[in-house]
């Protein structure tokens, strides 16, 4: 046994689920219609936004090659030492941190 009011009934149901179905029948068409409503003059612009540009944007040019370096490569002797350099900090860091257990 339910008090009153405690489930939908039926009829209340179908009022529920025919109310559903027209606000999803009535924003399907209106959200289409979106972009030609932020076009109109009055409507979807705020009053500071900046005018929008005359001419669209255009794509990147991803197939432009790079220019070529005018400068050469690093030179095999200052690489060397760079590589030292690295290698040298990392086991000061090894030593400062030592290694993390291995996970079981």
Not at 34 to 44: K, L, Q, R
Not at 82 to 103: F, G, I, N, S
């Given at each position: 046994m339910t008090r009153r009011g405690t489930f939908i009934d039926?009829?209340?149901a179908r009022a529920v689920a025919t109310a559903a179905l027209l606000a999803l029948g009535l924003g399907f068409p209106l959200g289409g219609c979106?972009?030609?409503?932020?076009?109109?003059?009055?409507?979807?612009t705020p009053a500071g936004a900046p005018a929008r540009p005359a001419e669209v944007g255009t794509y990147l040019p991803v197939h432009d090659l790079p220019t070529t370096?005018?400068?050469?490569?690093?030179?095999?002797?200052?690489?060397?030492?760079?590589?030292?350099?690295?290698?040298?900090?990392?086991?000061?860091?090894?030593?400062?941190?030592?290694?993390?257990?291995?996970?079981?």
């Open positions: 039926g009829r209340g979106a972009s030609t409503i932020a076009d109109m003059p009055m409507v979807g370096r005018e400068g050469t490569a690093m030179a095999p002797a200052d690489q060397a030492k760079m590589q030292a350099e690295l290698t040298a900090a990392r086991d000061r860091q090894a030593v400062v941190l030592p290694a993390k257990p291995a996970a079981k």
